[in-house]
């Protein structure tokens, strides 16, 4: 008679150094100092690592990855310009309305103003969708709206940026962030 093969976790001082599949009978001595643990739904799962106490494995805490300064400072600084990127695209207000500032309304208001005049009837959509008319000039003002919007916020990235690289410690570069 055949018996079935089932996993064994081996533990070597409460910690599962390796898993294997055995029948629990066949002629197999683990190495001294290892005791062979037969896996089941009680147990939980395992895998080298593991640890064993009280009948039950335990995942290993997951691994706490220390970065070093200047990764801390490049990281940083890149999440700082994501928020960057998502302050210049906030709605602006301008004509007693609000107007949508994200890039491709940018994009438009560019293309617009290059032709430097616009037609009779001309209007932009607020971000309601409302047709609001502008003068060539009133479009202008909402380019220099969204402006003074994007310059406010390149500023505070470069200081932001300033004091990442000025920090010196890991803690202190997580502690700039985008506010």
């Not at 002629?27 to 100092?33: E, H, I, L, M």
């Amino acid at each position: 008679m055949v018996n079935s093969m089932q996993t064994y976790a081996l533990v070597e001082n409460g910690v599962v150094s390796n898993v294997v599949m055995w029948d629990g009978s066949a002629d197999w001595t683990p190495d001294a100092g290892v005791t062979p643990v037969l896996v089941t739904a009680a147990t939980g799962m395992a895998s080298a690592g593991y640890a064993y106490a009280n009948g039950v494995f335990t995942a290993p805490a997951a691994p706490v990855v220390v970065l070093s300064l200047a990764d801390a400072q490049t990281a940083q600084i890149a999440a700082l310009t994501v928020a960057y990127n998502a302050a210049i695209q906030v709605p602006v207000s301008y004509m007693s309305t609000t107007f949508q500032a994200d890039s491709g309304s940018q994009d438009r208001l560019t293309g617009s103003l290059v032709a430097g005049t616009v037609p009779a009837g001309f209007y932009w959509l607020d971000a309601n969708n409302v047709q609001v008319g502008m003068t060539f000039a009133q479009l202008q003002g909402l380019a220099s709206v969204m402006l003074v919007q994007g310059q406010a916020a390149f500023t505070k990235l470069q200081g932001y940026k300033t004091e990442v690289r000025a920090a010196t410690s890991v803690a202190a570069v997580k502690a700039v962030t985008w506010a």
